[in-house]
C-alpha cells in the first residue's frame, strides 16, 4: 500500500468527514439516542460468577472474556461471541529511581531525591531493581511463553513492546528476546545468559542459607558489596477481580524462587514477593494524584487501553511525566532521557505517520536494549484480543479491530430482536462491570470501571469509523490542520443541533472554556491534551480556532477527544487557584443532584446528577450497597436512530459493501472486478466501487473488498 503523507491523510480526512456528513439526517427525523432505553452496569468481580450469571439470564453483555473454557462454555450455548484483536497491552512495571542514592533527603541533586517529599523506602541499603542488569537477570526468569498460554489459551499474544500488534504500522516485532534461562545459582558460570550468569557477572552473589546445594527457603542474594537485598513486592489485581493476573504474577514469583530470588521469612524477607492489591488503590500509589507524590511502589502490573496512534509511549517514557516529578502522570518508573525525550516529542508531535513510525520503532528497540540503563523497566507481558460475549437475542452488535465490540457504536445500535429485558416500558440492556467504580468525576476517573459508565456520558469533537478507523464528523461536522510558524491551528466548525445534557446548547464557546480550564487547573490525566495548548479563538457559536505551539497526529487526537468533556455550567466554579484548587477539582464528587455553578440557570432538561456531558446516555445513579448503576437514553441527543443507521451503511460501504448489504461477499467481489478499470465516462463505470473516490476503480478498490470479504455491519448470534 502506498504510504501517505501527513498531507494526504488530512485530505482523506476531510474526504471522509464530506461523506459523512451528507449521510447524516437533521436531528428529530425520527427518535434520538441509542434504540435501548436503559444501560445498567452491575459490578460483578468474579468471573465465576460473571458466568453464571450469564448463563442465568442476569446480564446481557459480558466484556473481556479472558478465560478460554468459559468462551466455549457461552458460544456452545448460542451466545454471540465477538473476537477482534485488541488496542491493548500490559507490563509489569520497576521503580527503577535509585531509592538507595546517598542524596536523599539532602535536598540535592534530582528534586525527587529529597525526602521530605518523597520518603518511600527511606533507609534501604541498596535498591536492585535500579540496575539494568539486575531487570535483565530478572526477565531470564520470566516464563513468558510457558506461563501465559495455560493460563490465557488463544485469548493473548505475548509482545515485547509498548506498542500491541493491533498497531500494526507501529508494532516493532525485532525487539530483542530473552528466552527463559533461569539458569542454576550453584552452577551457573558468571556471563551466561542466565538469571544466575548475570548477576554473578554483574558482581551479584548467591548465599547458600540453607539446604546445601538445593535451592530453598533461607536462600538468598547479595548486591555487589555483599549487601543483602531488600524485600521488592511485585503489585497485582485481587484474585476475586482478577484471577488470571494474579496466578501470572504468582507463577512469576514462584519462577524467581527456583533461583533464590523470592522474598521468605526464612531468608529475612529479601528478594521479590507477589502481593495481591486493591487496583484502585495501588494504582494511586503508583501515579499518584494532583498533590500526593505517586513513584510508591516496588513493582506493578498494570494492563491499558490504547487507540490508534502509540501515544501511550510519550505517557510512559517522557521525563515530562515522570510520575515523582509531576503527580498523576504516567511514568512511574522513573525514565529520565533526553534521546528517549526525542524520539517521544516525535512520536506526539509529528504529523507524518512515517516519522512516528521510525521514532516508536526506536523506543520500542531501546527499551529491551539493556546497553541503555533505562531498559527493561517494563518488562511486557501480553496484548489481548478481545473477546466479548452477548446474548443470542441482541442484535445490532458492531465489530471493530483494535476496539472490539464494547464500542460506542455497539451502545447506538444494539436492540432486542425478541424477548427483550425490560423495566416497566423501557427496553434494558445489562452490562458486567468488573469491579466497583473508584470515582465518576471525568477530571480524576482512571480506571476501565470508571470510564464503562461516564464515557457513555459524553462525546469527542471527532469519532472513529469503526470498520476502518477513519476519522469523522461527530459534535464537530468539519475540522482544518494547519502548521504555523507557532505549531499548529485546529479549525473547527460545529454542528449547530448539539445540547447538554442538561438542555443548554454546546457551542465553541463551551470548547474555549473546557480546554482552557483544563489547561489552567493543570489537571493531570489531560496533560497531553493542554501541554501545548496557547488559546481558543472563537468567531461564533460554532466556529473556533484551537492555537497550539507544537503540532501533531497525537496532539491532534488528544485535544479533538476532550473539547467537549467538561459543561461549563456544571464546572464554572469557585476553585481555590493553585495545587490547592486543582485538588478541589479532583476530589469534587459530581454524583450529587442537579447543582449549576454560581451564575449559571437550571437547563431546560435538568439531569438526576452533575455527571452529565453531550452523550448517548444520560447517568441515573449509582447504588452503592447493589453495586450497580442505570443510565436511561439521551432523548436530545444530535444522532436519531434514522441518522445512525444511515451513517452505519456510508461507513461500512468505505470496507466494500459495494451494494450496501451489509456484508462484504463475492456479489461485492464480482461488481468491483466487473468495472475494474473504469473511469467515470467508461461504459462500465460503477461509482459504488469506488471506494477511496479516486476517480478510478483500481487495485485499492479491488484490494478493499477482499481484503474485508464475510465483514458484517452488525452481529447477532
Known amino acids: 500500500m502506498e504510504k501517505l503523507s501527513y498531507k494526504s491523510i488530512f485530505a482523506l480526512i476531510a474526504l471522509v468527514s464530506m461523506i459523512a456528513t451528507i449521510a447524516v439526517i437533521p436531528r428529530g427525523y425520527a427518535q434520538s439516542g441509542p434504540i435501548i432505553d436503559i444501560l445498567r452496569h452491575e459490578v460483578i468481580k468474579s468471573p465465576d460468577a460473571a458466568l453464571i450469571a450469564h448463563q442465568t439470564g442476569q446480564v446481557d453483555f459480558n466484556p473481556d472474556q479472558i478465560r478460554t473454557a468459559d468462551i466455549e462454555k457461552l458460544d456452545s450455548e448460542g451466545n454471540l461471541i465477538t473476537q477482534d484483536l485488541g488496542f491493548h497491552m500490559g507490563f509489569i512495571g520497576y521503580n527503577t529511581r535509585d531509592l538507595a542514592s546517598p542524596l536523599r533527603g539532602t535536598g540535592t541533586g534530582n528534586s525527587w531525591l529529597n525526602s521530605t517529599w518523597y520518603p518511600y523506602r527511606l533507609g534501604v541499603a541498596v535498591w536492585p531493581l535500579a540496575d539494568v542488569e539486575f531487570r535483565k537477570a530478572l526477565i531470564r526468569s520470566y516464563d513468558q511463553l510457558g506461563i501465559i498460554p495455560p493460563i490465557y489459551g488463544y485469548i493473548v499474544t505475548p509482545v515485547r513492546s509498548l506498542v500491541p500488534p493491533a498497531q500494526s504500522k507501529y508494532y516493532y516485532s525485532a525487539a530483542q528476546q530473552y528466552p527463559y534461562n533461569p539458569g542454576n545459582p550453584f552452577t551457573s558460570p558468571a556471563g551466561e545468559q542466565s538469571t544466575c550468569g548475570i548477576l554473578k557477572a554483574a558482581g551479584y552473589s548467591f548465599v547458600d542459607g540453607g539446604t546445601i546445594n538445593v535451592v530453598d527457603g533461607p536462600d538468598y542474594w547479595t548486591a555487589p558489596g555483599g549487601i543483602p537485598l531488600p524485600e521488592m513486592k511485585i503489585w497485582t489485581p485481587l484474585i476475586d477481580v482478577a484471577p488470571t493476573s494474579y496466578q501470572h504474577g504468582a507463577e512469576f514469583v514462584a519462577d524467581l524462587a527456583l533461583v533464590g530470588l523470592k522474598s521468605t521469612v526464612a531468608n529475612g524477607n529479601r528478594g521479590l514477593i507477589h502481593e495481591g492489591k486493591d487496583f484502585n488503590e495501588y494504582l494511586n500509589l503508583c501515579y499518584g494524584t494532583a498533590t500526593a507524590v505517586g513513584g510508591q511502589f516496588d513493582a506493578y502490573m498494570v494492563f491499558y487501553s490504547l487507540g490508534r496512534i502509540p501515544s501511550q509511549l510519550y505517557d510512559l517514557m517522557h521525563s515530562s511525566s515522570l510520575t515523582v516529578e509531576h503527580p498523576a502522570r504516567r511514568n512511574a518508573v522513573g525514565i529520565n532521557d533526553p534521546d528517549v525525550d526525542a524520539l517521544c516529542d516525535i512520536v506526539q508531535n509529528s504529523l507524518d505517520t512515517d516519522e512516528i513510525e521510525a521514532a516508536a520503532k526506536e523506543i520500542q528497540d531501546r527499551l529491551y536494549d539493556t546497553s541503555y540503563d533505562y531498559a527493561l523497566a517494563y518488562m511486557l507481558l501480553y496484548s489481548r484480543s478481545y473477546f466479548n460475549a452477548i446474548v443470542p437475542n441482541l ?68 469519532a472513529v469509523n469503526p470498520y476502518n478507523h477513519a476519522d469523522i464528523p461527530w459534535l464537530a461536522a468539519g475540522w482544518t490542520i494547519t502548521e504555523t510558524v507557532a505549531g499548529m491551528d485546529i479549525g473547527l466548525t460545529l454542528r449547530s443541533d448539539v445540547l447538554w445534557q442538561d438542555g443548554y446548547p454546546f457551542t465553541a464557546y463551551d470548547v474555549e472554556w473546557c480546554l482552557e480550564f483544563l489547561r489552567d487547573m493543570q489537571v493531570p490525566r489531560y496533560y497531553t491534551s493542554w501541554k501545548d495548548l496557547i488559546d481558543v479563538e472563537v468567531s461564533n457559536n460554532n466556529e473556533c480556532i484551537i492555537h497550539l505551539s507544537a503540532p501533531g497526529l497525537s496532539t491532534f487526537y488528544d485535544v479533538v477527544g476532550v473539547g467537549a468533556l467538561l459543561a461549563p455550567q456544571i464546572w464554572d466554579r469557585a476553585w481555590t487557584p493553585g495545587s490547592v484548587g486543582r485538588q478541589e477539582v479532583l476530589d469534587w464528587i459530581p454524583t450529587g443532584a442537579y447543582s449549576p455553578a454560581p451564575g449559571y440557570a437550571a437547563g431546560p432538561t435538568p439531569t438526576p446528577t452533575n455527571v452529565m456531558g453531550t452523550g448517548p ?101
Open 617 to 717: 446516555y444520560i447517568f441515573d445513579f449509582y447504588d452503592t450497597t447493589n453495586l450497580y448503576d442505570d443510565m436511561h437514553r439521551n432523548p436530545n441527543y444530535f444522532m436519531t436512530q434514522a441518522a445512525t443507521a444511515a451513517l452505519m451503511t456510508s461507513m461500512f460501504w468505505e470496507v466494500g459493501d459495494e451494494d450496501y448489504g451489509g456484508l462484504v461477499n463475492v456479489s461485492d467481489l464480482t461488481q468491483v472486478s466487473f468495472a475494474y478499470g473504469a473511469r467515470p465516462t467508461s461504459g462500465n463505470w460503477n461509482a459504488d466501487a469506488n471506494f477511496d473516490l479516486n476517480g478510478i476503480i483500481d487495485i485499492r478498490d479491488l484490494g478493499t473488498t477482499s481484503y474485508h470479504l464475510t465483514w458484517q455491519k452488525f452481529w447477532t448470534a
Open 395 to 462: 442484535d445490532g452488535i458492531v465489530k471493530s479491530p483494535g476496539y472490539g465490540a464494547d464500542n460506542t457504536f455497539t451502545y447506538l445500535n444494539a436492540h432486542w430482536n425478541a424477548d427483550p429485558r425490560m423495566d416497566g416500558t423501557s427496553t434494558v440492556m445489562v452490562y458486567v462491570n468488573g469491579d466497583e467504580p473508584d470515582s465518576f468525576n471525568y477530571n480524576f476517573a482512571t480506571t476501565v470501571y470508571e470510564w464503562n459508565i461516564i464515557g457513555q456520558t459524553g462525546d469527542g469533537l471527532t
